[in-house]
């Protein structure tokens, strides 16, 4: 069974600062793709940045990127810049071949932006 | 372009009392469909997903079912709601050929209060 660890309960930062989020993941599979959503209080689901498991090259979207290490069975968030918008809880993802009808999610971090 | 609706929005029910919520996606053939509860702050429980008409997988056997009578239409059910029950369900959907790359899309979500 795929099993998704996120540590970080709550996290809160000042605006403009840079903060990690971590998640860690079991599965046994090769190839594979992980997702970072984003759930601002609107409840509305968003994805954040998405990377493939194959590619060494960590992914970027503007000020978000991902740390990905594959032997380990990490994959990190990190903010850059933090906005005020950026408040939200965050989901980690990750979706393998035999799992790949089920969506499974991590158990979240609220993270908090302070003015 | 692809769209997803969930409804209600806001849900106060009585125990004991039947449940119908119904989530419906336009834009798209053949997606896998998912129902997910969370809890207040928490994460996000997958409870069912369908990958075609008629077939649904469960998750965690509890008090609902759910069904798709229709290729886009995914119907989430109680005979007889518990005060456990109460939660936010969010539906999604996903591209049944690109399952492991393709990000999911979701519904508003529905509040549901046993009361």
């Known amino acids: 069974a795929q099993t998704v660890t996120q540590s970080q309960p709550e996290m809160s930062v000042q605006e403009a600062e840079t903060v990690t989020l971590s998640c860690t993941y079991d599965?046994?599979?090769?190839?594979?793709?992980l997702f970072w959503y984003k759930q601002p209080p609107s409840r509305q689901m968003i994805l954040v940045i998405r990377?493939?498991?194959?590619?060494?090259q960590n992914a970027t979207e503007n000020r978000f990127s991902v740390n990905f290490q594959k032997a380990a069975k990490s994959f990190s968030l990190k903010i850059s810049d933090s906005q005020l918008g950026d408040t939200a809880m965050y989901f980690c993802?990750?979706?393998?071949?035999?799992?790949?009808?089920?969506?499974?999610f991590g158990q979240g971090t609220r993270l908090t932006i302070n003015p | 372009s692809q769209t997803i609706h969930q409804w209600p929005a806001t849900l106060v029910q009585p125990v004991g009392s039947p449940l119908s919520l119904e989530c419906t996606v336009e834009g798209t053939s053949n997606p896998n469909l998912y129902w997910y509860r969370q809890a207040a702050g928490r994460g996000l429980q997958l409870l069912f997903y369908s990958v075609g008409i008629g077939q649904i997988s469960s998750e965690v056997p509890q008090n609902l079912s759910a069904s798709r009578p229709q290729d886009r239409q995914f119907i989430l059910s109680s005979k007889k709601l518990l005060l456990s029950d109460s939660g936010f369900y969010l539906c999604?959907?996903?591209?049944?050929?690109?399952?492991?790359?393709?990000?999911?899309?979701f519904g508003q979500g529905t509040r549901l209060t046993v009361v």
């Open positions: 990377q493939e498991a194959y590619k060494q």
């Open positions: 599965t046994s599979e090769n190839n594979y793709y």
């Open positions: 993802a990750p979706q393998s071949i035999q799992g790949a009808q089920k969506l499974v």
């Open positions: 999604a959907w996903r591209e049944r050929g690109r399952i492991m790359n393709t990000e999911a899309f």
